[in-house]
């Protein structure tokens, strides 16, 4: 069973910067370079919307608000994806999900999440 552990968050103040890791591990049968990797986040009452993705061919996609901020990247040899946060807001709080996922799927499997908290 594939298992994603997030690691990272944090309360930073707004304009500061953190770095998301997520270990991945339990991918017995295939490589973790097969995997299409994302991060995704919510906040209470909302429903969980796209930060960052990025294929298993390293093609990158960001959500609209991310504007140029956050940086997505894979250690393929360190089975990790990691989320690079610049300039953030205090809208960017949120629970940070990790995902992973085969083909054209980037969200079969999640992470437990790891909570930003960004002060004004």
């Known amino acids: 069973q594939v298992q994603l552990v997030e690691s990272g968050g944090a309360l930073v103040q707004a304009g500061g910067s953190l770095r998301l890791s997520c270990a991945a591990s339990?991918?017995?049968?295939?490589?973790?370079?097969?995997?299409?990797m994302g991060w995704y986040r919510q906040t209470p009452g909302k429903q969980r919307e796209l930060v960052a993705t990025i294929s298993r061919a390293a093609l990158i996609n960001y959500g609209d608000f991310v504007r140029g901020r956050f940086t997505i990247s894979r250690d393929n040899t360190k089975n990790a994806v990691y989320l690079q946060m610049d300039s953030l807001k205090p809208e960017d709080t949120a629970v940070y999900y990790c995902?992973?996922?085969?083909?054209?799927?980037?969200?079969?499997?999640w992470g437990q999440g790891t909570q930003v908290t960004v002060s004004s």
């Open positions: 995902s992973a996922g085969l083909g054209t799927m980037y969200s079969t499997y």
């Open positions: 339990g991918m017995h049968y295939l490589s973790y370079n097969s995997y299409n």
